[in-house]
T-cell receptor
Framework: NAGVMQNPRHLVRRRGQEARLRCSPMKGHSHVYWYRQLPEEGLKFMVYLQKENIIDESGMPKERFSAEFPKEGPSILRIQQVVRGDSAAYFC????????????FGPGTRLLVL | TQLLEQSPQFLSIQEGENLTVYCNSSSVFSSLQWYRQEPGEGPVLLVTVVTGGEVKKLKRLTFQFGDARKDSSLHITAAQPGDTGLYLCAGLSGGSYIPTFGRGTSLIVHP
């Protein structure tokens, strides 16, 4: 059973570039969640998506950040014009249903902005 | 904003020792989860507790949910180097699908 897959595992970008983070949920899971983990901070919720729908983006910065989960293919978290403060570990989790279901986390993408 | 405070923040012990880490809040949660995160990996769910006063055991790990469902503890007996990792607690409030995470306790067990 393949777990949640994220790529790339490590991503280096210069200030002003775009970062694209991909997440393939577990087989049979149609709900995806993105979290950000900063050093010495807990995991912070960013956005919750179902196929082709954003359900809750209350944790996502209003500017430069966007997320999608198309009908086919992985979920994408896009960060435009990255700044050094965007450096963090970004985790994706998936669940088979939504509310009340256990979320299974991927290995994360470590983004470093130079 | 609901906050989960975890203590201690760091813990370094020798193999064979016992330890307890804590997760405290002023808010009531409908359930509370414990995760372990190893360096370079994502969190892995260890247990979910839902009933006040509930105690769950997972081999050498004992999890307890406070009677008022505001706090929880994780006790590890005879710690092993393989227990090394970041232990995160996460609380869920009724009707919410997004857990609130604590900052974690970073545990190192030396052989």
């Amino acid at each position: 059973n393949a777990g949640v897959m994220q790529n790339p595992r490590h991503l280096v970008r210069r200030r002003g570039q775009e970062a694209r983070l991909r997440c393939s949920p577990m087989k049979g899971h149609s709900h995806v969640y993105w979290y950000r983990q900063l050093p010495e901070e807990g995991l912070k919720f960013m956005v919750y998506l179902q196929k082709e729908n954003i359900i809750d983006e209350s944790g996502m910065p209003k500017e430069r950040f966007s997320a999608e989960f198309p009908k086919e293919g992985p979920s994408i978290l896009r960060i435009q014009q990255v700044v050094r403060g965007d450096s963090a570990a970004y985790f994706c989790a998936s669940s088979p249903q939504g509310i009340g279901e256990t979320q299974y986390f991927g290995p994360g993408t470590r983004l470093l902005v130079l | 904003t609901q906050l989960l405070e975890q203590s201690p923040q760091f813990l370094s012990i020798q193999e064979g020792e016992n330890l307890t880490v804590y997760c405290n809040s002023s808010s009531v949660f409908s359930s509370l989860q414990w995760y372990r995160q190893e360096p370079g990996e994502g969190p892995v769910l260890l247990v979910t507790v839902v009933t006040g006063g509930e105690v769950k055991k997972l081999k050498r790990l004992t999890f307890q949910f406070g009677d008022a469902r505001k706090d929880s503890s994780l006790h590890i007996t005879a710690a092993q180097p393989g227990d090394t990792g970041l232990y995160l607690c996460a609380g869920l409030s009724g009707g919410s699908y997004i857990p609130t995470f604590g900052r974690g306790t970073s545990l190192i067990v030396h052989p």
